[in-house]
């Protein structure tokens, strides 16, 4: 069982390295489906192979029946409420009983190419559900995978839209391949995708959708206080100093919270390799674009902006990160937060915050916080677990759904211990926490 979890955290670790202001609505299409196309079909025999060569443990998600993977095109509502082409892929249990519908929101990327299927490590966690009789839906967000605009990064508004509309388009294609449904909807997603998660859960309880009722969520290491906890990384040495660059472009691009050339915020070098990076097409990925930038986020912005960030509160810049913070509301379906106190990218207090803010308020929401020293990549294997099963409780109408079962509960503690010693041994060996892409990145060159 050592190796099996080994090698499954292992090989997963390469996936995850509202405000809702009110707009005039146009009339909207009258379906939301532009096409679909089946792109794989995987045979149990086939899957269970995967299962096998990928490490992941039966015991842990056992493969109960072959799946259909569709590339989906779609119309999603853009911030001027017009309505444009999306895209994204839906996994399809082929099963007898009606299937729960899984979104997974993912994480953080910057080249707008995707891959279809299970190449895509991220559209792994699909498949994790799709061989246990869930629907699973996977969106691009707009903009990937030749959608129309840009990816508007960490932004509420455009991550819930973006994934709305795919559970709306995803479900005028079940009658039309025989799929059947149990009423029951669950968001989940890591990183970039837990604060995509949580803000589409939001969206759908904010009466926009009444048509979409939420069964529960589980957002997994996601960014929710970005003017608090999150906002410190811009000070410090910080593993992943892309998110500065991405967000304020991407806010520039949707909001134009910068008058004339906002390229312009950033000191040379810097000011030209952001360019070239973001100019269209974008190929290159986070992991490139952290070589070119300094540990120290802010040392790539000019003195003025740094100033501002600091002291005026009406900043432009902050007053948008606010807007996407997701910390202070009130949930109504039952929210189950995840987290790793090791995670070095997405600091755990974020959770924290959230939860406290939420809890206070209400007793449907919950955390798993787990991993003395998991930091961000090594923690997902175990959160996607505590979600799925937090999930799979639902579905067998647990009274408790945030209570394990014993043996599953035994089962991550005992994954959970082998990777925290992997960890803290590959710390001591190289000084370094398991799972630092820039270090590694570095290490390369």
Known sequence: MKKNWLAFSISLLSIFSFHFSSKAATTPPDHYLVSYELKYSYSQDSLDIFWKNSHIPQIAVKVRNAVDMYEVTYKGMWLDSTYI???????????????????????????????????????????M???????????????FGGGEKEHVYQDAWTEAMATTYMIKACREIYPQIGRSTSGQLFLTGYSQGGHASLATHKMLESGSFPEVKLTASSPMSGAYDMTG?????????????HYLPYLILSYQYAYHLWPG????????????????????????DFGDVNAMLPRVPGEMLVDSVVERFNSDTSFAFTCKLKENCLCNWVPKAPVQFCACYGDNEVMYQ?????????????DVVHKRVFGKH?????????????????FDNFRKG?????????????????????????????MKRTGKVEGDALASMKKKK
Not at 229 to 241: A, C, G, I, L, R
Not at 401 to 423: H, S, T, Y
């Open 261 to 284: 050339d906002v390229y312009e915020v950033f000191k040379e070098p810097y000011r030209t390799k952001m360019r070239e990076v973001f100019a269209q097409p974008r190929v290159k």
């Open 398 to 426: 647990k009274k408790h759904p945030e209570r394990l079962q014993a043996g599953k509960k035994m089962l991550i503690a005992i994954g959970v211990d082998i990777a925290n010693r992997q960890a803290l041994k590959h």
């Open 85 to 127: 082409m999306a895209k994204g892929v839906m996994y399809v249990p082929k099963a007898v009983k009606p299937s729960a519908e899984m979104v997974y929101c993912h994480g953080t990327r910057i080249s707008l190419n995707q891959t279809y299927g299970i190449q895509d490590l991220e559209q792994v966690v699909c498949m």
């Open 229 to 241: 906890v999150q906002s410190k990384t811009m000070f410090k040495n910080y593993d992943q100093p």
């Open 374 to 390: 998991l930091s961000h990549n090594p923690c997902a294997p175990f959160a996607i677990l505590y979600s799925k099963y937090f």
């Open 350 to 362: 974020n959770t924290e915050v959230a939860y406290a803010a939420m809890h206070a308020q209400t």
């Open 129 to 143: 559900h799709a061989v246990d009789n869930y629907v699973a839906i996977f969106p691009f967000y707009y903009g």
